[in-house]
């Protein structure tokens, strides 16, 4: 069974930085492209970053892009999103995808993780 | 970007009836590659569908999707107690893929 945990959520003032994991198993975790996708507090959904298979492609969303860096270590089959800078509007649940292929590009993402908090206030 | 508007905002609907969910976008999606995802309170979303009518793994035969171009459908042909939850279009045919605001199935 494919298990997504994330980890690393919490709460953090503005400025300041933040660094979230997400430890895979019940896959060959080197085979596929992984991301982040983030929820606000009764939002909707919104992309976050993707890494391919080999860390050889990777995407941010316009919002992040500069302040946010994705990561892998295929050897631990782990995925890591580094946040610095961070903002209120930050704030969100922070899911753990795998996607359905390789490349990070034109991602489905199947299945999720449970997802942990991020709370950006001073 | 492409920006999807999913309707109605809310639909209300009781077991047993049909569901039928709109996702609209603002250009063509390329090769209908549109997915559907369902979310139930507290839990994470769960793939549904995905190239615009193929279901994902373990996904009941009573969900179905349609559509190309702007405009996309997901039905559920017959409502069981279990399928109320907030339904999401995303596209992926783009170099952002994004996400429509959420359909939220209610019991009537």
């Known amino acids: 069974e494919v298990q997504l945990v994330e980890s690393g959520g919490g709460l953090v003032q503005p400025g300041r930085s933040l660094r979230l994991s997400c430890a895979a198993s019940g896959f060959t975790f080197d085979d596929y492209a992984m991301h982040w996708v983030r929820q606000a507090p009764g939002k909707g959904l919104e992309w976050v970053s993707g890494?391919?298979?080999?860390?050889?492609?990777?995407g941010y969303a316009d919002s992040v892009k500069g302040r946010f860096t994705i990561s892998r270590d295929n050897a631990k089959n782990s995925l890591y999103l580094q946040m610095n800078s961070l903002r209120a509007e930050d704030t969100a649940l922070y899911y753990c995808?795998?996607?359905?292929?390789?490349?990070?590009?034109?991602?489905?993402?199947?299945?999720w993780g449970q997802g942990t908090l991020v709370t950006v206030s001073s | 970007e492409i920006v999807l508007t999913q309707s109605p905002g809310t639909l209300s609907l009781s077991p047993g009836e049909r569901a039928t969910l709109s996702c609209r976008a603002s250009?063509?999606?390329?090769?209908?590659?549109l997915a559907w995802y369902q979310q139930k309170p507290g839990q994470a979303p769960r793939l549904l569908i995905y190239g615009a009518s193929s279901r994902a793994t373990g996904i009941p035969d009573r969900f179905s999707g349609s559509g190309s171009g702007t405009d996309f459908t997901l039905t559920i042909s017959r409502l069981e107690p279990e399928d109320f939850a907030v339904y999401y279009c995303q596209q992926y045919g783009s170099s952002r893929n994004t996400f429509g605001q959420g359909t939220k199935l209610e019991i009537k």
């Open positions: 995808a795998k996607d359905m292929k390789g490349g990070y590009s034109n991602p489905r993402f199947d299945p």
């Open positions: 250009q063509s999606v390329s090769s209908s590659y």
């Open positions: 890494i391919s298979w080999n860390s050889g492609s990777i």
